[in-house]
T-cell receptor, first 114, second 114 residues
Framework: AQKITQTQPGMFVQEKEAVTLDCTYDTSDPSYGLFWYKQPSSGEMIFLIYQGSYDQQNATEGRYSLNFQKARKSANLVISASQLGDSAMYFCAMNPRGAGKSTFGDGTTLTVKP | DTGVSQDPRHKITKRGQNVTFRCDPISEHNRLYWYRQTLGQGPEFLTYFQNEAQLEKSRLLSDRFSAERPKGSFSTLEIQRTEQGDSAMYLC????????????FGQGTRLTVV
């Protein structure tokens, strides 16, 4: 069974600063993928970034980067230069390689202050 | 293609009534997923299809829930004899079947059972 833990129910960040959202996971599968999604108040889940368990380098997508520490089973999301539009719920998720379903954490609500 | 679309966006129903939701995935995606999300929680997996075959169902899915994807394109999720505990956001997502590709989500159907 897979489990995702997001320990920060809510986070605040000043506009233009960087913020790290924590995610730890538990799985016995040797190969898996880790994902981050953003869910604004409109409800749609928006894919942000993906990290494969065998990827040697941390994933980056624009202002998003994933700090992947495999031995610690952590996959923290770093958002640089926060913008007001980044205020949303953020979910960490994983699925074993080849499996269809994803397991999600309970999310972190990020509020960007002007 | 405009992405994953779900219909209706909102549904209010009386306890004991049946409801049906529709999901139209991204056309080239052969995998389709249903998740349920309650307030303050991450999405919980319900079931998924590869083409028209239903490959996995969660133990959360009681006998009152049924999902179909008859031609491997759109899918329907039916809830019979609705209960107040069924009130939630029902999310549909689609993806390609290659390992660890991201899923694209619709905006969800918010169900309220009164």
């Amino acid at each position: 069974a897979q489990k995702i833990t997001q320990t920060q129910p809510g986070m605040f960040v000043q506009e233009k600063e960087a913020v790290t959202l924590d995610c730890t996971y538990d799985t016995s599968d040797p190969s898996y993928g880790l994902f981050w999604y953003k869910q604004p108040s409109s409800g749609e889940m928006i894919f942000l970034i993906y990290q494969g368990s065998y990827d040697q380098q941390n994933a980056t997508e624009g202002r998003y980067s994933l700090n992947f520490q495999k031995a610690r089973k952590s996959a923290n999301l770093v958002i640089s230069a926060s913008q007001l539009g980044d205020s949303a719920m953020y979910f960490c998720a994983m699925n074993p390689r080849g499996a269809g379903k994803s397991t999600f954490g309970d999310g972190t609500t990020l509020t960007v202050k002007p | 293609d405009t992405g994953v679309s779900q219909d209706p966006r909102h549904k209010i129903t009386k306890r004991g009534q049946n409801v049906t939701f529709r999901c139209d995935p991204i056309s080239e995606h052969n995998r389709l997923y249903w998740y349920r999300q309650t307030l303050g929680q991450g999405p919980e997996f319900l079931t998924y299809f590869q083409n028209e075959a239903q490959l996995e169902k969660s133990r959360l899915l009681s006998d009152r829930f049924s999902a179909e994807r008859p031609k491997g394109s759109f899918s329907t999720l039916e809830i019979q004899r609705t209960e107040q505990g069924d009130s939630a956001m029902y999310l549909c997502a689609s993806s390609l079947s290659q390992p660890n590709t991201e899923a694209f989500f619709g905006q969800g159907t918010r169900l309220t059972v009164v």
